[in-house]
């Protein structure tokens, strides 16, 4: 039967309806191929399929019928809701037309969904009590997760989650070393020595490197009065920095500009196993690029800055290639709390290519001869002497 949509959609829900599926694309241009709400506790979230990611969304309950009426008005031709006993079917017709129907379903529905929280097994665990995410405001003295910090709690577990990959590949270490590089205030840097050290039982020293002192005081009071004893802070540069022992991981989050170079390149020279590296503000190829055969990347303010940005994080993980280490670039948390979400992972490898070396090596000059660039990590490693072996024969 044809009935307006909004009364419809109203009607579901006030039925108590806790899933509605949209499918049957108008365009199938359209970058969202398929869309699911469900309702999780006291709020409803939306996931946007695209072929190669979900994209989530919390929409609060005073929202919904604006939420579940748009989709259908200008994506999708149908929309199949479920609540306890009953299946809903709205579907657009081709003169435009709301054609509405239900069933019963015989209990014989979709799994209610319960808790985000309670679904996924996170390194950190809700009821252990953290000092670290007490002291940000994460957890409560008991441990239990401050519903309004549960976005960062999930950013915190997954940027764990991607360095427990490369950790757990690590038997027998007596002794791990780990660089901090541009800590700031260094709430990660807890959070990983306490992961390091109470989670994986590793005998692991971090180091800290900041420039501003009042920072670096405040952060080796917080380690002394959690009682983490081999965790340190220094003042100093990155690009002055010259590291005592082996060390085994780099990290960097959010050094700013050409300061994530300084670090990729001192991380290349003392042959570090691991780097993870989150840049920031990547202003230097910005201010280089010119192109007359691609103009067009270059015309428009808001491309351009895009585009070098991720022209200096393609070009770092090639440079990283080239001196032997598997680099990936990892979206690491949802682009709707940052766009500043790239992650550079890399790890060195055991018996690097040399062909493959070479080609990662190349494809940085064709991009640097193409947009006029002279990429930091580049003249670093060039100066240094880093690309010998590769260079021979060119």
């Known amino acids: 039967m044809e009935?307006?949509?909004?009364?419809?959609?109203?009607?579901?829900?006030?039925?108590?309806?806790?899933?509605?599926?949209?499918?049957?694309?108008?365009?199938?241009?359209?970058?969202?191929?398929?869309?699911?709400?469900?309702?999780?506790?006291?709020?409803?979230?939306a996931e946007r399929y695209t072929e190669k990611q979900v994209v989530h969304k919390n929409i609060n309950t005073s929202d919904i019928i604006y939420y579940i009426c748009e989709p259908i008005n200008n994506d999708y031709k149908q929309c199949t809701a479920w609540d306890n006993d009953k299946e809903y079917h709205i579907k657009i017709s081709k003169k435009g037309k709301v054609l509405f129907s239900k069933?019963?379903?015989?209990?014989n529905v979709p799994?209610?969904?319960?808790s985000n929280n309670k679904q996924k097994d996170y390194i950190l665990k809700e009821g252990t009590v953290i000092p670290p995410l007490v002291d940000m405001g994460i957890f409560t003295n008991e441990g239990k997760?401050?519903?309004?910090?549960?976005?960062?709690?999930?950013?915190?577990?997954?940027?764990?989650?991607?360095i427990d990959d490369e950790i757990s590949k690590i038997q027998d270490k007596d002794e791990f070393n780990i660089i901090d590089f541009g800590c700031g205030k260094s709430y990660f840097t807890f959070i990983l020595y306490y992961y390091c050290t109470y989670i994986k039982n590793i005998n692991t020293n971090i180091i800290g490197v900041d420039l501003k002192e009042d920072v670096i005081k405040n952060c080796n009071n917080i380690a002394q009065k959690y009682g983490y004893n081999n965790l340190?802070?220094?003042?100093?540069?990155?690009?002055?920095?010259?590291?005592?022992?082996?060390?085994?991981?780099?990290?960097?989050?959010?050094?700013c500009d050409t300061a994530t170079d300084y670090a990729l390149f001192n991380a290349i020279s003392w042959n570090t196993n691991?780097?993870?590296?989150?840049?920031?503000?990547?202003?230097?190829?910005?201010?280089?690029?010119?192109?007359?055969?691609?103009?067009?990347?270059?015309?428009?303010?808001?491309?351009?800055?895009?585009i070098s940005a991720l022209f200096t994080d393609a070009i770092r993980a090639n440079l990283l290639e080239c001196c032997g280490y598997k680099t990936q670039l990892?979206?690491?948390?949802?682009?709707?709390?940052?766009?500043?979400n790239i992650l550079i992972r890399a790890t060195k490898r055991k018996n690097p290519n040399f062909l493959q070396q070479r080609a990662f090596y190349c494809e940085v000059l064709n991009l640097i001869k193409e947009f006029?660039?002279?990429?930091?990590?580049?003249?670093?490693l060039r100066d240094n002497n880093k690309f010998n072996n590769i260079m021979q024969g060119l």
């Open 232 to 255: 340190k802070f220094v003042s100093g540069d990155i690009k002055d920095y010259t590291g005592n022992n082996r060390i085994d991981m780099v990290i960097t989050l959010h050094a």
């Open 274 to 306: 691991m780097i993870f590296s989150v840049p920031c503000c990547q202003h230097e190829l910005n201010a280089q690029i010119k192109s007359n055969e691609y103009s067009i990347l270059t015309r428009y303010g808001i491309v351009k800055e895009r």
């Open 103 to 107: 069933n019963i379903t015989d209990g």
């Open 3 to 45: 009935r307006d949509l909004r009364s419809i959609v109203e009607l579901i829900v006030s039925n108590g309806s806790y899933k509605f599926v949209f499918s049957d694309l108008k365009d199938k241009n359209n970058i969202y191929k398929r869309t699911v709400i469900q309702k999780i506790n006291n709020i409803y979230q």
């Open 145 to 162: 997760i401050i519903k309004s910090m549960y976005d960062k709690y999930k950013q915190i577990n997954r940027f764990l989650e991607i």
């Open 111 to 114: 799994k209610k969904k319960i």
């Open 330 to 340: 990892l979206e690491f948390i949802d682009f709707e709390h940052t766009q500043k």
């Open 372 to 380: 006029n660039l002279s990429p930091m990590l580049y003249n670093l």
